[in-house]
């Protein structure tokens, strides 16, 4: 690794910054930039209808400021703002916000496509580093501060000249986080004089980390001493725009909060150039999560999960902060058990630990974004009968007998060779359930007449009607209770194998009035000297028994 050819980014010369004191403690006005540079970085960027319909979805999150396209760099964008706007799909509370470089035909054609827009933003960049200045330009600093500062003044007239106000007016210094902080200062002075007075909501500037190059503390540096230098703070709101090349946008712009920022910009889940933009969801669910109102709601997470992967063509993380489809997921036994103990802990004001939710391992309650916790077992090869018995007792209340065990064992097994890596409980439950539970086949118990018993220690003796096939079979039988009586009737039938009925139990599931029952049979066949077993599951807990009995019969027939 060829570390020598970095250099450590150059600290700020901020003294006695006060940011590390601070404590956020409301919201940020949030602007998503889903539709403009979040769009512009897809692989596929959104159809017109597409489009129309993440709109909405960030209006039901509740953005009150939506940038909505380049509309001077393309006639879609340029076509989609013309539709908001003439449909009349812009809610009185929501402003639109359009970007545009700062040359003339540009903002011209930006200005064009708002007519008639109630309130909206005119977004402007400049690129204000030397490395983009010098090389990509050839410009010097004054000549970068001139375009600044023209593009400023043709945006005023321009919007005079089309009568269209009242607009807001966005600058950013592109590149900001890597440009000289004096020079950035002086330029955005310039910019708000040659804008004029405003009020604070209609002047923003935004100051990019158009690439993250910094740690995050150095960023908040950046806004704090921007914040002592600038003299307008009355009139201006201060943006921050963070990308994530280094993963840590999310951080850089929380502290950045810290440090005076009050208006932050960033797409739903990151989307955007490189490795994306500030992820929106992640920083305001951080917030509410510390007990802040955000404004946004995002108490249906799985449906915006779903408008947006679709919207995009990209799949949300599994882990991805919130929402991902394993963030609520526990794994570990460990974990599992503490988070069950946490949930027993709710006392009976709702509250855990003395407030509305504190559990371990489960930062905030998913039910508040639409998830539920979900412990997630995980049976693989290695995990053997008794893993697999564990596993039926712990999650379901279902007590294998002992001598059953290596049966169910080998079931699981047989799957996993055939199906490779691993099942979860649910998986376990149906491979249990759909080999061994209430299994039909070639015997049916028809009827049956239950009598006392016979007067000879037997407690009572059953008639039954069995069903083979398409004939049926009036037997007899006694014994100490149903299952050994109707045992003692099937093997006076000669068309049932010979057996010995071995192993028997029984149980209830839950606790509640409509708990089921489940019993367990062990049948040992005469011949190979096989014991077979068979489990019922009913609501009466003699049928449960009998169904286990008939289960246990109808396996021998499909077990060699
Ligand atoms: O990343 C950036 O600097 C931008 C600007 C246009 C604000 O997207
Ligand atoms: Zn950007």
């Given at each position: 690794m060829k570390y020598p050819k970095y250099v450590y980014p150059q600290p700020i010369?901020?003294?006695?910054?006060?940011?590390?004191?601070?404590?956020?403690?409301q919201a940020p006005v949030w602007t998503s930039v889903d539709l403009r540079d979040g769009n512009q970085a897809l692989p596929i960027p959104m159809d017109p209808e597409t489009k129309l319909s993440y709109f909405k979805l960030l209006v039901k999150i509740g953005?009150?400021?939506?940038?909505?396209?380049f509309p001077s760099a393309s006639q879609d964008d340029f076509d989609f703002v013309r539709t908001l706007i003439e449909q009349d799909?812009?809610?009185?509370?929501v402003r639109i916000s359009v970007l545009t470089q700062a040359r003339k035909h540009l903002i011209d054609k930006t200005v064009e496509s708002l007519k008639?827009?109630?309130n909206p933003i005119i977004h402007c960049y400049v690129a204000t580093s030397d490395l983009h200045g010098k090389f990509?330009?050839?410009?010097e600093r004054n000549q970068v501060k001139q375009m600044a500062v023209g593009g400023t003044q043709m945006i005023k007239d321009a919007v005079a000249a089309a009568g269209i106000g009242p607009v807001g007016y966005e600058f950013s210094p592109e590149e900001f986080s890597d440009s000289d902080l004096d020079f950035v200062v002086d330029l955005c002075k310039s910019v708000k004089e040659t804008w004029g007075p405003s009020a604070k909501q209609d002047f923003i500037l935004n100051l990019p980390?158009?690439?993250?190059?910094?740690p995050p503390n150095q960023y908040a540096d950046m806004i704090e001493y921007f914040c002592n230098e600038y003299p307008y703070l009355d009139e201006t709101s201060i943006s921050v725009h963070a990308h994530n090349d280094q993963g840590c946008a999310v951080a850089a712009t929380e502290l950045s909060l810290l440090a005076g920022a009050e208006r932050v910009e960033g797409t739903i889940f990151g989307h955007g150039e490189r490795t994306g933009n500030l992820d929106i969801s992640t920083i305001a669910l951080n917030l509410y999560s510390r007990?802040?109102?955000?404004?946004?709601?995002?108490?249906?997470m799985p449906e915006v999960v779903k408008i947006v992967e679709n919207a995009s063509g990209i799949e949300v993380h599994p882990?991805?902060?919130?929402?991902?489809?394993?963030?609520?997921?526990?794994?570990?036994g460990s974990h599992q058990d503490a988070i069950r103990k946490g949930i027993d802990s709710k006392d009976k004001t709702g509250n855990f630990f003395k407030q509305g939710w504190k559990v371990p391992y489960l930062h905030i309650d998913p039910a508040d974004v639409g998830r539920a916790y979900e412990k997630l077992i995980r049976i693989n090869s290695q995990s053997g009968k008794g893993g697999v018995a564990y596993i039926l007792e712990k999650e379901f209340g279902i007590f294998a007998p002992k001598q059953m065990q290596p049966e169910i064992g080998a079931m699981v097994q047989d799957h996993l060779d055939v199906n490779g890596g691993e099942i979860g409980a649910s998986e376990l439950l149906e491979i249990f359930t759909s080999n061994f539970v209430n299994i039909e086949g070639?015997?049916?118990?028809?009827s049956m007449d239950r009598k006392a018993?016979?007067?000879?220690?037997?407690d009572i003796s059953v008639d039954i009607v069995l069903d083979i096939d398409t004939s049926k079979f009036k037997l007899s039988g006694h014994g100490n209770g149903p299952i050994s009586a109707i045992t003692h009737a099937l093997q006076n039938c000669p068309e049932v194998p010979d057996f010995v009925l071995e192993d028997f139990s029984e149980r209830t599931l839950?606790?509640?009035?409509n708990a089921k029952a489940i019993a367990f049979v062990g049948i040992r066949r005469k011949g190979d000297g096989k014991l077979i077993y068979g489990a019922g599951e009913h609501s009466n807990i003699d049928r449960a028994a009998l169904n286990a009995l008939f289960s246990a019969l109808n396996r021998t027939l499909i077990i060699d």
């Open positions: 010369p901020l003294k006695k910054r006060k940011w590390p004191e601070h404590q956020i403690t953005f009150k400021e939506i940038e909505v396209g799909m812009v809610p009185d509370d008639g827009a109630k990509v330009f050839g410009r980390a158009t690439v993250e190059r910094r007990g802040i109102d955000t404004g946004l709601d995002f108490s249906d882990r991805h902060p919130y929402a991902g489809q394993l963030v609520f997921t526990a794994f570990s070639r015997y049916t118990l028809d018993g016979n007067g000879q220690g037997d839950g606790r509640d009035a």
